[in-house]
T-cell receptor, first 114, second 113 residues
Framework: KAGVTQTPRYLIKTRGQQVTLSCSPI?????VSWYQQTPGQGLQFLFE???????NKGNFPGRFSGRQFSNSRSEMNVSTLELGDSALYLC?????????????FGEGSRLTVL | GENVEQHPSTLSVQEGDSAVIKCTYS??????FPWYKQELGKRPQLIID?????GEKKDQRIAVTLNKTAKHFSLHITETQPEDSAVYFC????????????FGKGTMLLVSP
């Protein structure tokens, strides 16, 4: 079974630009969540999607948005990039059913904002 | 919201020693506590988790203990090996929101041969 796939793996943008990151979950997983990882703040929850609906949102500004498609693939978008948005963005998928807590992470998209 | 504190931030041990990482959480509604291991340049991977109806869980050389009254939980690794070197993250969540994890800031474990 293929794992969680994220694209692109690396990207460089300049301040003020916008970026879209993509995530393909494990087949059959309907929950997709996004996390931002930085050396100073660790892993911080951005949002979770389930069956195309945003279920939860973390404490990030409105510049961070996302969506999920009918095939469970998800995208996140960051507009008006700031230097502080430089981070590793991790996507994770989760199966459904009781006691299914494990998150399966992708390898991440490393964003550098210059 | 939930807040998870993790200590120590770095931990160096000799191969064969035991390692203990401790976390505290603030939200008494949290009832799911996973631990993730992230090797350098790789994705985080779940190594063990515990739910609030259980006080301890073991899986070979790793174990997790939970004290709901004190709101803290710990990861114990026995007979450490160099391949245990990684960053370990604790996290907390409530059962209806497994994907909404609040992570600790991580512990870098270095196991020296």
């Amino acid at each position: 079974k293929a794992g969680v796939t994220q694209t692109p793996r690396y990207l460089i943008k300049t301040r003020g630009q916008q970026v879209t990151l993509s995530c393909s979950p494990i087949s059959g997983h309907r929950s997709v969540s996004w996390y931002q990882q930085t050396p100073g703040q660790g892993l911080q929850f951005l949002f979770e999607y389930f069956s195309e609906t945003q279920r939860n949102k973390g404490n990030f500004p409105g510049r961070f948005s996302g969506r999920q498609f009918s095939n469970s693939r998800s995208e996140m978008n960051v507009s008006t990039l700031e230097l502080g948005d430089s981070a590793l963005y991790l996507c994770a998928s989760r199966g459904t059913g009781p006691n299914t807590g494990e998150l399966f992470f992708g390898e991440g998209s490393r964003l550098t904002v210059l | 919201g939930e807040n998870v504190e993790q200590h120590p931030s770095t931990l160096s041990v000799q191969e064969g020693d035991s390692a203990v990482i401790k976390c505290t959480y603030s939200d008494s509604a949290s009832n799911y506590f996973p631990w993730y291991k992230q090797e350098l340049g790789k994705r985080p991977q779940l190594i063990i988790d515990i739910r609030s109806n259980v006080g301890e869980k073991k899986d070979q050389r790793i174990a997790v203990t939970l004290n709901k009254t004190a709101k803290h939980f710990s990861l114990h690794i026995t007979e450490t090996q160099p391949e245990d070197s990684a960053v370990y993250f604790c996290a907390a969540s409530w059962s209806s929101g497994y994907s909404t994890l609040t992570f600790g800031k991580g512990t870098m474990l270095l196991v020296s041969p």
